[in-house]
């Protein structure tokens, strides 16, 4: 018995010794599949958190506004800035420059003002580490003779007549632009518009020549606007070389006019609010005063011809009463 009761418990041991290690092993190959993914992720946080390729993202959210090499636009050229300024302090305020700006940092408030007033806006997706793949590309693109992020260069030739006059087609929205932006007459009005003028949404454009002083600045702006409204049309659609060079031209002949009054507009467009909403309501009377004929005339005539006959009796009825007491009233003869 006891041999017997021996050898069942080694067995029942090696059984469970074998699917222990059963159990070990599939439990290892699990974890070395976790640890695995575990390292893949890893491995590509850095792509999932910023999203996409370093190029592409300074190409989207930063050469609007700035170039490597290309002289400045609305914010400073960028080549060799880590030569100017330190890469932590880089690092900060592309993170989050109102803050550093607001901070009273007198670089920060030195770049605004030659900015013409324009805080740098925060960028999406911006991080610590993105700042600092931004940083490397900046500093291999200025290592270059020429980098891909040099920008249009703004054009130094004479205006002409056939300028100005392409540069006016392009703000009334007569002429499209050539990636598909929005024409300026949608939000901004001139000295030389119909009395309705343009839009209101952005201020006169009759003297912005004189406002950004001069060509340079101008083209720079058209190149990359910079403000909230302008800055999300423009980005996937900008203006070409070409285009600046009309526009500008414009505006430079422009600037000698003085704006258009804002409160004539607004009185012409209540004058022709009324004048339309009169017309309105009287073509509607000249398209509908025929309306239902076929069912309201047959009614009307029946009624009115059920008064007169109803006239015409009572009518004939008074006729014959006066008529019988005339005869009556009179003396009969032989009555002495």
Same mark, same amino acid.
């Given at each position: ?16 010794d074998r699917q ?13 599949? #976790?640890?695995?993914l575990?390292?893949?992720? +890893?491995?590509?946080?850095p792509s999932?958190?910023?999203?996409q390729?370093t ?7 930063c050469?609007?506004c700035?170039?490597?090499?290309? =002289?400045?636009?609305t =914010? ?8 100017? %300024?330190? &890469? ?13 700006v607001?901070?009273?940092? &007198?670089?920060?408030?030195?770049m605004?003002?030659?900015?013409r007033?324009v805080?740098?806006? *925060? ?6 580490y993105?700042?600092?793949q ?5 500093? $291999? ?11 249009? %260069?703004? /054009? ?5 007549? &056939?300028?100005?006059?392409a =540069? ?17 007459? *949608? ?9 309705l003028?343009?839009?209101?949404? =952005? ?14 600045s101008?083209? $720079?702006?058209?190149?990359?606007? &910079?403000? *909230? ?11 070409? *070389?070409?285009e ?12 000698k ?7 004539t507009?607004r ?5 022709l609010?009324?004048a339309l +909403? ?11 005063k025929g309306?239902? !004929? /076929?069912?309201r005339?047959p009614?009307v005539?029946? #009624?009115?011809?059920?008064? !007169? ?7 004939s009825?008074t006729?014959?009463v006066t008529s ?10 032989g009555?002495?």
């Amino acid at each position: 018995m006891k041999f017997t009761f021996r050898c069942h418990r080694t067995a029942q041991k090696k059984n469970e010794d074998r699917q222990w290690s059963r159990f070990e092993s599939r439990y290892q190959i699990k974890f070395g599949s #976790v640890r695995t993914l575990g390292l893949l992720i +890893a491995v590509a946080i850095p792509s999932l958190v910023t999203g996409q390729d370093t190029t592409d993202y300074f190409r989207a959210n930063c050469m609007n506004c700035h170039t490597i090499g290309g =002289g400045r636009l609305t =914010g400073p050229d960028l080549k060799d800035v880590t030569k100017r %300024k330190g &890469a932590e302090w880089l690092m900060g305020f592309m993170q989050n420059p109102k803050s550093v700006v607001d901070s009273g940092d &007198a670089y920060a408030a030195k770049m605004v003002e030659e900015s013409r007033g324009v805080v740098m806006p *925060a960028s999406p997706g911006m991080n610590r580490y993105r700042a600092e793949q931004i940083i490397k590309l900046i500093e $291999a693109e200025s290592k270059l003779e020429k980098s891909q992020f040099q920008g249009v %260069k703004v /054009s130094n030739k004479p205006f002409t007549v &056939a300028d100005r006059l392409a =540069g006016r087609k392009i703000f009334n929205g007569t002429s499209k632009l050539t990636n598909g932006g929005a024409s300026c007459i *949608a939000c901004h009005s001139m000295h030389d518009l119909s009395a309705l003028g343009g839009g209101h949404l =952005g201020p006169d454009l009759t003297r912005v020549f004189e406002r950004l002083k001069g060509r340079k600045s101008l083209s $720079a702006w058209l190149m990359a606007p &910079a403000t *909230a409204t302008m800055q999300p049309v423009f980005k996937s659609h900008p203006l070409e *070389a070409g285009e600046i060079h009309s526009l500008v031209a414009y505006f430079e002949d422009s600037a000698k006019y003085g704006e258009a009054d804002a409160s004539t507009n607004r009185v012409a467009f209540l004058l022709l609010g009324l004048a339309l +909403a009169t017309g309105t309501i009287f073509l509607f009377d000249f398209i509908w005063k025929g309306r239902f !004929h /076929s069912v309201r005339r047959p009614l009307v005539d029946g #009624v009115v011809d059920s008064i !007169h006959q109803h006239s015409n009796t009572k009518t004939s009825e008074t006729v014959a009463v006066t008529s019988l007491g005339s005869n009556d009233s009179q003396p009969k003869r032989g009555d002495a």
